[in-house]
Structure formats: structure tokens, C-alpha cells
């Protein structure tokens, strides 16, 4: 995505971006920049398929879908649930 400083100066990959200057980012980026730029131009999100996502991924996921994981900690368990409920309410994606 596109952003532009909108306050202080910003330092990203290695360059130094004043007021008005833009320059792209990645999701991630942008979540730790956001507060300091404005979006001029956004990407189109691609979710990740949850069979695919990482244990944290999937965590946000249960919890965004009312998923209760119970003991489930490792990544194997947690994606189980998931899988599970998705069967049980209509399919995870």
C-alpha cells in the first residue's frame, strides 16, 4: 500500500521520509506506521487460508469467530478446532 507522513519524519528501509513524502509499505509495516501516515493507495487484502496461517494468525482467527480452543496450544491443535468448527458452522476458510 501507499502512504505519505502525515507529522513527523519517518525513517523506512533505510531512507528518511519528511512530511508529505510517500512511500509503500507492507500490512505489517503500515500497522506500525499508521499512526504517523495517511493511506493514498491500498492494497487489495488476500486473506491467508487457515490451513496456512501461523499459530498467532490462528489464535486472532479463533477469537474474531467466537472459536473457543479450549487446551489446545500447539499449532497442529489450535488449526484442529478451527478446522472443526468450520465444519460444524458452515466452513473455514
Not at 508529505?20 to 492494497?43: M, N, P, W, Y
Not at 491467508?48 to 489464535?59: A, D, F, I
Not at 474474531?64 to 465444519?87: F, M, N, P, S
Request: hydrophobic content about 40%.
Amino acid at each position: 500500500m501507499k502512504v505519505e507522513v502525515i507529522d513527523i519524519p519517518i525513517r523506512h528501509n533505510g531512507q528518511l521520509f519528511q512530511k508529505g513524502e510517500s512511500f509503500s509499505v507492507t500490512e505489517k509495516e503500515f500497522a506500525r506506521l499508521e499512526k504517523h501516515v495517511t493511506v493514498l493507495e491500498a492494497d487489495e487484502i488476500v486473506p491467508v487460508p487457515v490451513p496456512e496461517m501461523k499459530l498467532p494468525e490462528l489464535k486472532d482467527y479463533a477469537k474474531k469467530h467466537g472459536i473457543d480452543l479450549g487446551e489446545a496450544t500447539k499449532r497442529e491443535d489450535v488449526l484442529a478446532v478451527i478446522l472443526k468448527a468450520g465444519e460444524a458452522g458452515g466452513g473455514a476458510s
